[in-house]
């Protein structure tokens, strides 16, 4: 089972955040050990160090995609067949960066092997999360052929 790491700048605060983080967590852990290390909302170089550090504790050979309004826009089957085939290459990790209101730093995209957009428009990163974590339970779906209507 391929295992998934997000980084993600920012403690979420309102109920209906976690509320629904915790339910595609649920439903994604049949599919995938799923982690989420929230970093402190600081200011942009604290959180480098944060998000580094963060990087730091995953395996040396874990595919890291970043979150970026500048990345790569690709469909929920587009992301699926990503998946699969960092999978079918021998990738056992893989890990998504969201980074705070200010985006990170070039550090920080150095550190990454790719980037991926969720489209031009700009979503808070508490929002950033939900979406990120519904496109990977579908993706999930999709690559066992598994109906998904939600």
């Known amino acids: 089972m391929q295992k ?7 403690k979420l605060k309102e109920r209906f955040w976690k509320d629904a983080c915790a ?13 989420v290390r929230e970093v402190p909302d600081s200011t942009i170089d604290r959180e480098e160090a944060a998000v580094l550090a963060a990087l ?21 089957t587009q992301l699926a067949q990503k998946l699969e085939s960092l999978a ?13 209101s200010d985006g990170v730093t070039p550090t920080v995209a150095a550190r ?11 979503l808070p990163h508490n929002l950033a999360r939900v ?6 339970y579908r993706a999930h779906k999709i690559i066992r052929g598994e109906p998904y209507h939600k």
């Open 131 to 136: 979406v990120l974590l519904e496109q990977v």
């Open 88 to 100: 079918v290459q021998g990738v056992s990790h893989v890990a998504f960066v969201i980074g705070g």
């Open 23 to 35: 339910e595609y967590l649920k439903r994604l852990s049949a599919y995938t050990a799923i982690t």
């Open 56 to 76: 730091d504790k995953l395996p040396a050979d874990a595919h890291i995609i970043l979150l970026d309004i500048q990345g790569k826009q690709a469909s929920s």
């Open 112 to 122: 990454c092997n790719e980037r991926l957009s969720f489209g031009p428009i700009t």
């Open 4 to 10: 998934t790491t997000v980084v993600a700048v920012g």
